[in-house]
């Protein structure tokens, strides 16, 4: 053993220290030779034959200088480094090729790191909480009427928590918060908060514990008790920057004292994961006994004890639910609950999985790509070397070193590729990672990561020997005399060699096929839903979240706002402005509406908008029938309502609604105008009924000031801000949102599968086109004498072109034949994700097809002319 | 010739190095490479070369020991001596070779007497 040890750390210091060894062997055997020719020279020799005979008996001394090297050193990592060295010496000397390569694949290669590490983030990797696998979701089966149909009451919620046996704990959070819920004053000018109440239990269950400080106190958790709250790790960076002194503090949050009780830790991030695309400042407790009168507000969570699985605790919330109350004070307003529970991380990643299955694949087809069309690259380059090869094989090199060699070289490349494409895909991640406003899940997390490296140590592998195999197989092939001879290719290695290229291209341009047809679909669909009529303009509008105090009182309210309207009308550049309590595509609320007069149906609810007279057109929404709300609807005068034309349809089906009453939350509403409906819930959703009160007879939940302008959102932001700030001086400094970034955040996963999509079609018709241009444009070079041989004969310029471009077009229509069979399956897989658009859409496919073609005749074209240009003469002259 | 020369199986030739050194004191490679063939009778096809990396296998496995020093001629040569590690290892591989050939021995014994 010990022998063994020495013997290996000889080896490397062998290894290492070459030079010095094969000087002292040298000596050695120059010594030696020196002691033989004396002994042969005693023994009678003349000291020539002396001399020669010692070098007999020695042997060849540069074989023994050989063995010398494979007894002490390291023969196999010789080899290695000698196929290294070789490889560097190739690859320089054919800068052109090893760039191209190296491109190529750092595109490919970090292409598919930047969406695995994506995948991983979204899909692959467990949430990051405590055994995240116990974690259970618990909403209300899917519906077109908003959050307050999937939430529960805080009845509910705790009937739930007391009555079920397979919860080790079961928290919940409101949902229904707004951007600017709060506002932090005392520290400067009042800035706006985000923040969500959660059950007190909420971090226990997930198993977060505070960054800094601690969790709630019991008596911070009951009515009326202290006012704490819990920083999220950013807002306590940015508004606090870091200073940990902060935690037993009070800060002042809608004028009230509140005690910060802790920071929560930097990878707590709420939006991530409940909320994507959005960013929560605080966590405020959600104090059942105050919210007991809100009716539907929370989303649970719950954590299953051990030993029992999801499906056991699914089916006791599923037979729980329908027993519980809306309220427990009134059990005559019923019981109408269902449960719909899934394992959390299916709530949070779920929906994502056929995209993100789909961009992987795509980002695999590229892949493929780059490997067909560096095997062609190779190819062409083996081709060149044939005649190379033949001279090392005849020089005594096996074909195992040739083969190996190719696959030095094609490992070097990936190898290569690989760093050039984990440079790009560490950026591409990084750029991701801060798109904040992108709703997609968990992006917080997104990383580069040792799971990511591996694979793209796997991917490069697997790239090198894929590209790497064919010209490795075509070397076992090659004919040594043919190669060696001087005309170069044999006719039948050629024709053979053209025939494996061509399929090559062929693979690639049905793959680019494939690909350009799934972005061309998934590109419509995004198209359509840019399309779609959201009901309002988002084009040239803002919102900014106002703070006004009216005591309470909706006269009050009304006079208020009507002025504050007036004076932010007077801004030069507004044209229009009013106010909502919720905007489309942010959040919403449902309340029971129905029709006087009529037995109640189940459909007896709509989403809620409690707005001030002008926010229909400053918002851009279609007055239909009847008049907008107008100042003069006091809170003691006729109760009056806008309803949706859905609403209207549904209610009173075939009849004019205008002057008809509605029942909403059990009060009498006369309809006094009927309005086009709005994608209040979602943009690709269907609108559902919706009613609109003055906020001077309901009572708003906030105040989103919308302005209609034809100047940029931010040169009014100061002249708004002033005026507002003039009214009321505890008015936050918040920001305007244009109402185009709603609609922007709400189709933004739909817009990040279509742009990935696209850019990898993108890329594959690029490669699909350099591979044709590369194999007709070889085929040209290695025909030079006999289009020359043609030409001498009478063949025209077009004629000749027209030969060339006829090749290029079968291999485009052959690539095209099979790209698109694996199409119209592909176009099957993916037709879930598609949007007013069928998966066999004819003007997709044609199109795409038509781009497809259009391009490779382009790839064809150039050689084509150039083939044209041979003079016949030179080429006859030379060989 | 009437026979051909014997091809040196693997490890022999360390075999007969070790014992060569074990037998005559330490020994330039040259020296060696002489003592072989003459004990050999010129019977084993030796390139005197090939000694050398044989040489250098023992010195990294510890069995022999090398220096520089002066041939009786006034050359300068390296001389190689067996170590206690070598003596050890000898004595190990000759108990193997002895066994190894009296089992060959009784093997082609056997064959040649089934062989009829």
């Known amino acids: ?879 | 010739m009437a026979d051909s020369k014997l091809d040196l199986l693997q490890g022999t030739l360390d075999l007969m190095v070790l014992q060569t050194l074990a037998a005559m004191g330490p020994l330039h490679g040259y020296g060696i490479a002489r003592r072989i063939e003459q004990v050999s009778g010129d019977a084993v096809l030796l390139n005197q070369g090939t000694i050398y990396a044989s040489l250098v296998r023992l010195v990294q496995r510890g069995w022999i020991a090398a220096e520089w020093g002066t041939s009786e001629n006034n050359r300068r040569a390296r001389f190689y001596s067996i170590t206690r590690n070598g003596r050890k290892q000898l004595a190990e591989d000759t108990r193997y070779w002895h066994r190894l050939s009296e089992v060959m021995a009784r093997m082609l014994a056997l064959s040649s007497d089934g062989g009829e």
């Open chain 1, 1 to 879: 053993m010990y022998a063994r040890i020495r013997e290996v750390w000889n080896r490397l210091r062998a290894f290492l220290r070459r030079e010095p060894l094969d000087r002292e062997f040298d000596e050695e055997a120059a010594a030696h030779l020196e002691l033989a020719s004396e002994e042969n020279v005693r023994l009678g020799m003349t000291p020539e034959e002396a001399r020669r005979q010692a070098l007999v008996q020695f042997g060849g001394i540069q074989q023994a200088r050989e063995r010398h090297r494979e007894a002490r050193g390291l023969p196999r990592l010789d080899v290695l480094v000698q196929d290294l060295r070789f490889t560097f010496r190739t690859l320089r000397r054919d800068r052109g090729f090893a760039i191209v390569a190296v491109l190529i694949l750092g595109l490919g290669i970090g292409a598919n790191v930047a969406v695995f590490s994506v995948v991983d983030t979204i899909l692959l990797r467990p949430l990051p909480f405590r055994n995240p696998e116990r974690l259970m979701w618990i909403q209300g089966p899917p519906a077109d009427c908003g959050l307050s149909c999937v939430t529960y009451s805080a009845d509910a919620f705790q009937e739930y928590q007391r009555r079920n046996h397979s919860m080790e704990s079961v928290t919940a959070y409101m949902p229904f918060y707004g951007p600017s819920d709060y506002r932090l004053t005392g520290r400067g000018e009042p800035q706006p908060v985000s923040g969500v109440p959660v059950a007190g239990n909420f971090f226990q269950t997930l198993g977060v514990t505070p960054y800094l400080g601690r969790l709630w106190a019991p008596d911070e958790l009951v009515k009326n008790g202290r006012p704490a709250v819990l920083l999220s790790y950013y807002f306590w960076k940015r508004e606090f920057h870091g200073d940990r002194s902060i935690v037993g503090q009070t800060i002042d949050l809608n004028n009230t004292p509140t005690l910060v009780a802790g920071v929560m830790p930097r990878s707590f991030d709420f939006g991530a994961v409940f909320a994507p695309g959005t960013r929560l400042d605080i966590y405020v407790p959600a104090i059942m006994d105050v919210m007991r009168d809100w009716g539907n507000t929370l989303l649970i969570v719950g954590r299953l004890k051990p030993g029992v699985t999801m499906g056991q605790a699914a089916a006791e919330a599923q037979t729980l639910f329908p027993n519980f109350y809306f309220s427990n004070k009134h059990p005559e307003y019923g019981k109408h609950y269902q449960a719909w529970p899934q394992p959390l991380k299916e709530h949070v990643s779920g929906r994502l999985r056929r995209s993100l299955i789909v961009l992987w694949c795509a980002v695999g087809m590229i892949l493929l790509i780059v490997c067909v069309n560096l095997s062609n690259l190779l190819l062409a380059r083996t081709a060149a070397r044939d005649r190379e090869f033949a001279m090392r094989s005849a020089l005594g090199a096996g074909r195992g070193r040739l083969i190996r060699q190719l696959l030095t070289e094609s490992l070097v490349l990936s190898a290569a590729g690989a760093v050039v494409g984990l440079v790009l895909a560490y950026w591409v991640v990084a750029w991701l990672g801060h798109q904040g406003s992108l709703a997609l899940p968990l992006l917080n997390e997104l990383r580069v990561d040792p799971k990511a490296l591996g694979w793209t140590v796997l991917i490069a592998l697997i790239a090198a020997v894929l590209f790497g195999l064919a010209p490795g197989l075509r070397f076992s092939r090659v004919n040594l005399q043919n190669a060696l001879k001087d005309g170069g290719h044999g006719a039948t290695t050629g024709r053979r060699h053209d025939r494996m290229r061509g399929a090559l291209v062929i693979t690639e341009i049905a793959l680019a096929c494939v690909l350009l047809v799934g972005a061309g679909l998934l590109l419509r669909s995004f198209l359509n839903v840019l399309n779609i009529d959201l009901g309002f303009q988002p084009e040239h509008a803002a919102a900014i979240s106002v703070d006004y105090n009216d005591g309470g009182s909706a006269a009050k309210r009304g006079a208020i706002l009507e002025q504050m309207l007036d004076k932010v009308k007077a801004i030069p550049g507004i044209e229009a402005a009013g106010i909502t309590d919720m905007l489309p595509l942010d959040r919403n609320r449902n309340w029971g509406m129905g029709a006087k007069g009529v037995a109640p149906s189940p459909n007896d609810y709509a989403l809620i908008q409690i707005v001030t007279p002008g926010y229909l057109d400053a918002i851009g929404m279609r007055l239909k029938e009847g008049r907008d709300f107008a100042w003069s609807d006091k809170a003691d005068s006729q109760r009056v309502v806008i309803v949706s034309e859905s609403a209207a349809k549904g209610l009173w089906p075939g009849q004019d609604p205008i002057g008809r009453t509605a029942l909403i939350n059990g009060q009498d509403w006369r309809v006094v105008g009927v309005v086009a409906d709005v994608r209040d819930t979602g943009v690709e959703r269907a609108a559902g009924r919706e009613a609109y009160l003055p906020t001077t007879q309901a009572g708003p939940e906030g105040a989103e000031l919308v302005v209609r302008t034809t100047l940029p959102p931010n040169v009014l932001a100061k002249s708004v801000m002033a005026t507002l700030r003039g009214l009321n001086p505890g008015q936050p400094a918040t920001e305007f949102r244009p109402l185009d970034a709603l609609v922007s955040h709400a189709v933004s996963p739909r817009r990040f599968f279509v742009v990935l999509v696209g850019a990898f079609a993108g890329l594959g018709l690029l490669l699909a086109c350099l591979g044709i241009y590369g194999v007709i444009s070889y085929a040209v070079t290695r025909q030079t004498q006999e289009i020359g041989i043609r030409m001498a004969l009478g063949a025209s310029r077009a004629r000749v072109q027209l030969a060339v471009i006829a090749n290029t077009l079968r291999l485009a229509l052959a690539g095209i034949a099979a790209g698109l069979a694996a199409s119209f399956f592909v176009a099957q897989l993916i037709a879930s994700l598609l949007f007013g658009t069928q998966p066999f859409d004819l003007l997709t496919f044609g199109a795409m097809t038509g781009l497809l073609l259009l391009v490779a005749l382009l790839a064809g074209y150039l050689p084509a002319f150039r083939a044209s240009r041979i003079d016949p003469m030179v080429a006859l002259r030379t060989n």
